[in-house]
């Protein structure tokens, strides 16, 4: 399962205007995964997890970036998150069904913030690709 | 998995807001959902998917008009939607998986045409609802 070219060009065309809101966009996603999947919140025991908590908003920044990483790497997507790759695999051991959850998650936020932009097939090509970062996410798992 | 009663007037007071408009969401949903996962054709060869097919849009009133009378019939989806699970389970046989996608399609969809509405709690009350109404839908399967 590889991007098409026209994939990519639509991937990259709105990660600007998500890049502007990185924190945010983060953030909301982490509520809205929090929210309608409770079970999710296991992975974080350590964590104040009340909206708009500060931790929350650190590490919905962390998550956009990655994917943002993924975006300016997105030939080569699999070195780029290498060690993120590894970090699931071995430490953090998410269940890769919460990884779907996820994203569509974070698609929401991105239909709710960009209801023009988000077409149909702005929709399908990045629900393509974060199927393609979740199953990197999880490749080294065994 | 019943609805409190917050999670009810939630989904009511969007349901509302959606006035005559479901037809149009539901069929924005299907597309999406041919669209982003392709597989989901596979139990419509008698149909014309190609964009703006009438009978998309026709399909799409169908399926509004199931979740408005599912809306109106919170105390009794099993009994209100009977005829539908029988459907689904005799005849149409849909894997109930691809419930799911239809559903991310429609949340992603209401999310678009209704940011301002679309708190982590109202879609956490909408997941939870359309969750139900598949659930009776595959209920008959076996």
Redesign the interface.
């Known amino acids: 399962m590889s991007l098409t070219k026209s994939e990519r060009a639509i991937i990259m065309s709105i990660w600007d205007k998500i890049g502007m809101q990185a924190e945010a966009i983060g953030t ?1 996603t982490l ?2 995964l ?3 999947f409770p079970q999710t919140k296991t992975y974080f025991p350590h964590f104040d997890l009340h ?1 708009g908590s500060p931790q929350l908003r650190t590490h919905g920044s962390k998550v956009v970036a990655a994917v943002g990483d993924a975006v300016k790497n997105i030939d080569n997507i699999a070195s780029a998150l290498t060690k993120l790759s590894e970090l699931h695999a071995y430490i953090l051991r998410v269940d890769p069904v919460n990884f779907k959850l996820l994203s ?2 974070l ?3 991105l ?3 960009f ?1 023009s932009d ?1 077409t ?2 702005v ?2 090509a990045w ?2 690709f974060l199927s393609i970062l979740s199953s990197i996410l999880t490749e080294k798992y065994r | 998995m019943a609805l409190s009663a917050a999670e009810r007037a939630m989904v009511r007071a969007l349901w509302r807001k959606l006035g005559d408009n479901v037809g149009v969401y539901a069929t ?1 949903a299907l ?2 959902t041919f ?2 996962f392709p597989g989901t054709k596979t139990y419509f060869p008698h149909l014309d998917l190609s964009p703006g097919s009438a009978q998309v849009k026709a399909h799409g009133q169908k399926v509004a008009d199931a979740l408005t009378l599912a809306v109106d019939q919170l105390d009794d989806l099993p009994g209100a939607l009977s005829f539908l699970s029988d459907l689904h389970a005799h005849k149409l046989r849909v894997d109930p998986a691809n419930f799911q996608l239809l559903c ?2 429609l ?3 209401l ?3 209704f ?1 301002g509405d ?1 708190s ?2 109202m ?2 009350s909408l ?2 609802f359309l969750s139900r109404v598949t659930s009776t839908l595959a209920s008959k399967y076996r």
């Open positions: 909301e509520d809205r929090f929210s309608s909206p569509h998650c698609l929401v936020t239909a709710a913030r209801p988000f149909a097939e929709h399908a629900d393509k | 924005e597309e999406r669209l982003a991310h399609c949340l992603v969809t999310a678009r045409h940011p679309f982590p709690t879609q956490a997941d939870k």
